[in-house]
């Protein structure tokens, strides 16, 4: 079926048919009448969407992210919620985990040494990678290497990822994107000038999308479900703007009374006209009269005219909370509820703290789906840095291990979050390694044998302490049980304290 016929679509579901015996099943989804007319052309994954969908979403898309503050806040807030990554190695060679951090950070917190372009840093990529891709369902990331011998990237949006001219499924392209048998990609087609499309190797290259699925090409913009809404919510501020400024234009109407009006059928066809009833002017001049004591200007209208003021009540109630209702099925197709994203004023406390439970295992999720993308990256730096000699080879085999640690989390009560960690922790009754000092903005490059990852929250400072300063330290706050409590003792001090 080509897209010229699905104009004629609702016609032809419409003509008489042959019912299977499997439409007279008991599951209402399952019957073509049950909800009206559901057109989902294809049950295959990879050709859901073809290249003019694609093009279509994305376009729609952009013009929302210029034109519409709405969709603009819901983009930047997702990627605000989220915040940077940044890495942490944890290779069993303690003095190369802080020299591979330090040269990590010294390549990428350069722009000049770390884009290809010049313009994008270690932050501002993961800023930019996350718009593009909430925007446009995905970007193009190539590994490169500069004239330094060092790890650079070069990325792209997402109108690049083509597909070769003159190729196609049977060549195993799709959607710029070409895979083997098994529908792993291997390479990717890059635009470099119109008409123009070099293959990169997918070794080379890294996909960055959202929700990866085995079988769909390329992914989908957190957008695609809030285009319509977008649009609806645009227009009805337009067209709410332009009765508002009509009705601030005229302000004032001249109207007949009804003894003024024309007359009636009877004297149109001839009927005698009523005594009494004089012809008047059809633009009778008015008098303007200035009271001098207010200022006030009084209009003197002729005999049988009235003056109303307009006044326009738009937006009503309905259409306001009706806005509400789509910018709330806006929020929920990205994954988050409409309080976080466009109303969090009408939260109270409980809810708050159960809304922003809910956003931390939301934030979680994406983090999980990000760290794939940053391990590959991480690993290209490292590896070119050791190549060059500027980084010593790491004695543990496994140097590509790496810890991912966000921003500090979002809370409405930061202290007694951090109290009640502390307690848990203290207790044997939370995991240590969720309050450890590297839920700091900039934690240590490498904790040494004096540097305890004594259970703290999040906003604590770095505690240095010594092995008998620990112990003193547990004994004195921990309560007095007897055999418990030094064994809990015990476990913290094995947990989180990092002895060399």
């Known amino acids: 079926m080509n897209r010229a016929d699905l104009g004629s679509m609702p016609e032809a579901l419409n003509q008489p048919r042959a019912l299977s015996p499997q439409m007279f099943g008991g599951i209402q989804g399952a019957l073509p009448w049950a909800n009206g007319m559901l057109y989902w052309p294809t049950l295959d994954d990879a050709s859901e969407m073809d290249d003019y969908d694609r093009a279509a979403v994305m376009r729609a898309a952009r013009y929302l992210y210029k034109n ?39 390549r990428v917190a350069s722009p000049a040494a770390f884009d290809v372009t010049g313009k994008l840093s270690w932050k501002t990529m993961q800023a930019w ?17 500069g ?14 990822i083509i597909t070769p001219p003159g190729l196609g499924k049977e060549d195993g392209w799709n959607q710029g994107v070409k895979t083997n048998a098994q529908g792993r990609p291997v390479a990717y087609g890059l635009a470099t000038a119109p008409g123009r499309c070099i293959v990169i190797p997918a070794g080379c290259a890294i996909l960055y999308q959202r929700d990866p699925d085995p079988a769909v090409p390329r ?6 479900h809030a285009i319509r809404h977008g649009v609806d919510i645009a227009e009805i501020h337009g067209f709410t703007k332009a009765s508002v400024k009509l009705s601030a234009a ?72 009706f806005i509400r209702d789509l910018l709330a099925e806006i929020a929920y197709g990205v994954g988050l509820d409409a309080e976080v994203l466009y109303d969090i004023n009408t939260l109270g406390s409980a809810a708050a703290r159960l809304i922003l439970s809910k956003l931390r295992r939301w934030i979680d999720e994406r983090k999980d789906a990000r760290e794939v993308y940053m391990n590959r990256i ?34 409405i009560d ?33 904790p040494s044998r004096n540097f305890c990852l004594a259970p703290s929250a999040p906003h604590m400072r770095p505690m240095t302490c010594t092995r008998g300063r620990l112990r003193k330290t547990m004994n004195r706050k921990m309560p007095a049980t007897g055999k418990r409590a030094k064994e809990t003792a015990g476990k913290i001090y094995r947990e989180t304290c990092i002895i060399s």
């Open 378 to 411: 991480y690993r290209h730096v490292l590896a070119l840095e050791m190549e060059a000699g500027r980084l010593p080879r790491c004695k543990d085999p496994a140097w590509e291990n790496v810890a991912w640690v966000g921003q500090r989390d979002l809370t």
């Open 219 to 224: 992914g989908e913009s957190d957008l695609i």
């Open 250 to 321: 005229v302000g004032f109407v001249e109207t007949k009374t009804e003894a003024d009006k024309a007359p009636g059928m009877a004297a149109a066809i001839g009927g005698k006209k009523k005594p009494g009833c004089d012809e008047k002017p059809e633009n009778p001049a008015q008098s303007f009269e200035v009271v001098t004591g207010g200022g006030a200007r009084v209009v003197s209208l002729a005999p049988g005219r009235d003056l109303k003021a307009i006044y326009d009540q738009r937006p009503s109630p309905n259409v306001a909370a």
């Open 147 to 160: 004239l330094d011998g060092g790890g650079m990237v070069a990325w792209y949006s997402a109108p690049k």
């Open 129 to 145: 990678a996350e718009r593009k891709t909430s925007i446009d369902g995905d970007c193009l990331c190539v590994l490169a290497r």
């Open 414 to 446: 930061l202290g007694r979050e951090g109290g009640l960690a502390i307690n848990l922790i203290r207790e044997g009754l939370a995991d240590a390694d969720r309050w450890t000092l590297m839920k700091l903005p900039n934690p240590p490059a490498s």
């Open 68 to 106: 519409s503050g709405v969709i603009r806040k819901a983009v930047r807030d997702i990627w605000l919620l989220q915040g940077c990554l940044m890495p942490i190695p944890t290779t069993q060679d303690r003095d190369w985990n802080r020299k591979a951090r330090a040269a990590f950070l010294a």
